[in-house]
């Protein structure tokens, strides 16, 4: 069991309406030592971004009630997250996907299904970048 983070740690939101995939990439951010909160739709994840401040957010595509990519453009209009570093997951294959995605507003897109380790560099270097300024 991963320690808690501490309060200083950059704070991420997993939104996956598949269950086995948001428990398993919030635990290991927890593990790689972030904040991690979840929701399983789009809908949430908009409610959680207004309620609480984020330093990424890390989102799938397909997702009920409001999909992906109007959360992308809904968090990129908003003056509180419209800096805050987004990672898509998307099992939408293709270059097209990927170009609408990055479209909406998107930092990253890495396909599904994505290894943890992989994602937590991913992070870690939109972090960096958004540090170096």
Known sequence: ??????????????????????TMYAEMLAFAGYRVETASDGAEALERAQAGRFDVFVLDIALPKVDGITVIRTLRSWAETMNTPIVSLSAS???????????????????????????????????DRRRKG
């Open 1 to 22: 069991m991963p320690q808690p983070a501490p309060e200083t740690a950059a704070r991420v939101l997993v939104v996956d309406d598949y269950e086995d995939s948001r």
């Open 93 to 127: 294959v293709g270059e097209n996907a990927h170009r609408a995605i990055l479209a909406a507003g998107a930092d990253l897109v890495l396909d599904k299904p994505c290894l943890p380790d992989d994602l937590a560099a991913a992070i870690q270097a939109l972090l």
